[in-house]
Nanobody, 125 residues
Framework: QAQLMESGGGSVQAGGSLKLSCAAS???????????VGWFRQAPGKDRERIAT??????NYADSVKGRFSISQDHNRRTIDLQMNNLQAEDTATYYC?????????????????WGQGTQVTVSP
C-alpha cells in the first residue's frame, strides 16, 4: 500500500500562489502504466470536490480551478504536485492527494484507493 503526505498548505492573500506537494515514495504506481493521481478538496459543510486528475499525460480540471491550477508528477522526487495561482477566497478548503494503481481511461472516483491526510489552504482578502 501507499503512504501519502501532503505539504505546502497555509494561509495566503487573494491573488497569491501556493504549491502543494504529495510525497508518494512508497506508492507502487510509479511503475504502473494505468496508474492515476488526483487532488481533491473539501470545505466545511460541503461535499468533497475533485479538482484535478492526471493519467499518463492527460490532465483534467474542475471548472472552478481551470486555468489557475496545474497538476504534475515528479518521477524523480516521487511527488504529485499542485501549483495553485490566483487563489481566491472560495479556494479555502482542506486539500487531499489521492492515487490509484489501475485506473479507467475515464478516471472514476473508485479508482483512487490511497489518500493523504490533507493539508489546509486558507485564502484571505
Amino acid at each position: 500500500q501507499a503512504q501519502l503526505m501532503e505539504s505546502g498548505g497555509g494561509s495566503v492573500q487573494a491573488g497569491g500562489s501556493l504549491k502543494l506537494s504529495c510525497a508518494a515514495s512508497t506508492w507502487r504506481g510509479w511503475i504502473y502504466a494505468r496508474s492515476c493521481v488526483g487532488w481533491f478538496r473539501q470545505a466545511p459543510g460541503k461535499d468533497r470536490e475533485r479538482i484535478a486528475t492526471r493519467m499518463r499525460t492527460t490532465t483534467n480540471y474542475a471548472d472552478s480551478v481551470k486555468g489557475r491550477f496545474s497538476i504534475s508528477q515528479d518521477h524523480n522526487r516521487r511527488t504529485i504536485d499542485l501549483q495553485m495561482n490566483n487563489l481566491q477566497a472560495e479556494d479555502t478548503a482542506t486539500y487531499y492527494c489521492a492515487v490509484g494503481d489501475d485506473c479507467y481511461d475515464d478516471i472514476r472516483s473508485s479508482d483512487f484507493r490511497y489518500w493523504g491526510q490533507g493539508t489546509q489552504v486558507t485564502v484571505s482578502p
